[in-house]
């Protein structure tokens, strides 16, 4: 029962450039999100998906395409990165009451 | 959305008790109070929450204020593996699964011997 996984771990990229992020929970959760968190800051709300077949922005929606792919998958891409872009960002799931259960987070820096 | 007001930073000796502020003036009837914590290099963890009753678990109590203005986290013992960022959050109800769980900064808790 690995829970929220995300992969890949650290990436860097050169401005311009995409990529996507990966993100699978094996809990059967309905909801997804994706979040960043800048340094020394709190977490900010990208995208997230109420369930299989929907998704919605967040805060910070700006850059970022997300795609879910089934009910395990959600996915979160960058068509062309940006400095600002650089973050940790992190992916959760929950099945539609607390808990929220978090990744362990991608290192993304952008050049 | 409802927002929390918390102290950016906090510090506790080890083995005393921590009390963790958090202020939301603008709750509604419908908004459930949240915690989680957040250690150096990981993702945030679920730690309590409540509607308007104190609750207890095996991390924390919760004790919410009678007009629920307010909460505090409750860690009984900290130890040094309490120390972390701890976030108090809003959660509507009525929104289903379709509530967006929105952070804010959160109080860094500093433990020391």
């Given amino acids: 029962n690995a829970g929220v996984t995300q992969t890949p771990k650290f990436q860097v990229l050169k401005t311009g450039q995409s990529m996507t992020l990966q993100c699978a929970q094996d809990m059967n959760h309905n909801s997804m999100y994706w979040y960043r968190q800048d340094p020394g800051m709190g977490l900010r709300l990208i995208y997230y998906s109420a369930s299989e077949g929907t998704t919605d922005k967040g805060e910070v929606p700006n850059g970022y395409n997300v795609s879910r792919l089934n009910k395990r998958e959600f996915s979160l891409r960058l068509e062309s990165a940006a400095p600002s872009q650089t973050s940790v960002y992190f992916c959760a799931s929950r099945l539609g009451t607390p808990p929220l259960h978090f990744g362990n987070g991608t290192r993304l820096t952008v050049t | ?113």
């Fill in chain 2, 1 to 113: 959305d409802a927002k929390t007001t918390q102290p950016n930073s906090m510090e506790s000796n080890e083995e005393e008790p921590v009390h963790l502020p958090c202020n939301h003036s603008t709750i509604s009837g419908t908004d459930y109070i949240h915690w989680y914590r957040q250690l150096p290099s990981q993702g945030p963890e679920y730690v309590i929450h409540g509607l308007t009753s104190n609750v207890n678990n095996r991390m924390a109590s919760l004790a919410i204020a009678e007009d629920r203005k307010s909460s505090t986290l409750i860690l009984h013992r900290a130890t040094l593996r309490d120390a972390a960022v701890y976030y108090c959050i809003l959660r509507d109800l009525t929104a289903g699964t379709a509530s967006k769980l929105t952070f804010g900064t959160g109080t860094r808790l500093q433990v020391t011997l």
